[in-house]
T-cell receptor
Framework: DVKVTQSSRYLVKRTGEKVFLECVQD?????MFWYRQDPGLGLRLIYF???????EKGDIPEGYSVSREKKERFSLILESASTNQTSMYLC????????????FGDGTRLSIL | SQQGEEDPQALSIQEGENATMNCSYK?????LQWYRQNSGRGLVHLIL?????REKHSGRLRVTLDTSKKSSSLLITASRAADTASYFC????????????FGRGTSLIVHP
């Protein structure tokens, strides 16, 4: 079974801090994704990566950056955290072979105070 | 922006009843997927249906797809309290992109 592991289930940070959310997958998937999930808004794509060192903006990239130095690891960075970035963050990976489902981590609930 | 939209937003039923959730989408797709999310957890893939399929079954789940109406439904038969979760449909991204686009989800509560 594919396992996607997010480093923290819960995280509390202060405004202005630089925040790192880490995600690791163990199935050699080319594609990895970061979403945020807010009540009533569903999942919104922040960034995705289709290969090492490659990244593409999703629907809501503002205030975020990402890093993919190794195939198995995809990091989401909040350069200067703000309260409106309080949310549930979900990481996913995907084998690019056609018709494959995404595999999700358990999420990180991030609170910015 | 969302491609798929689930309906209803919330559904409350008794154990043993059937639960039906619908998903409508806007542009042509190659496939549609349903996911489940337990409270505070990540999404788990349930079933994938291709655009040339009309119906698919997996255990107590039945998914239909009507490409002419750009809609899909997820039926959970003989529901259990453990089916309480949010359910999301996901379609191909715009222009045939392989990146799934998710709806806002249906919150299902099954009362024991």
């Amino acid at each position: 079974d594919v396992k996607v592991t997010q480093s923290s289930r819960y995280l509390v940070k202060r405004t202005g801090e630089k925040v790192f959310l880490e995600c690791v997958q163990d199935m050699d998937h080319e594609n990895m994704f970061w979403y945020r999930q807010d009540p009533g808004l569903g999942l919104r794509l922040i960034y995705f990566s289709y290969d090492v060192k490659m990244k593409e903006k999703g629907d809501i990239p503002e205030g975020y950056s990402v890093s993919r130095e190794k195939k198995e690891r995809f990091s989401l960075i909040l350069e200067s955290a703000s309260t409106n970035q309080t949310s549930m963050y979900l990481c996913a990976s995907l084998d690019r072979l056609a018709m494959q489902p995404q595999h999700f981590g358990d999420g990180t609930r991030l609170s910015i105070l | 922006s969302q491609q798929g939209e689930e309906d209803p937003q919330a559904l409350s039923i008794q154990e043993g009843e059937n639960a039906t959730m619908n998903c409508s989408y806007k542009t042509s797709i190659n496939n549609l997927q349903w996911y489940r999310q337990n409270s505070g957890r990540g999404l788990v893939h349930l079933i994938l249906i291709r655009s040339n399929e009309r119906e698919k079954h997996s255990g107590r789940l039945r998914v239909t797809l009507d490409t002419s109406k750009k809609s899909s439904s997820l039926l959970i038969t003989a529901s259990r309290a453990a089916d309480t979760a949010s359910y999301f449909c996901a379609t191909d991204g715009k222009g045939g992109s392989y990146i799934p686009t998710f709806g806002r989800g249906t919150s299902l509560i099954v009362h024991p």
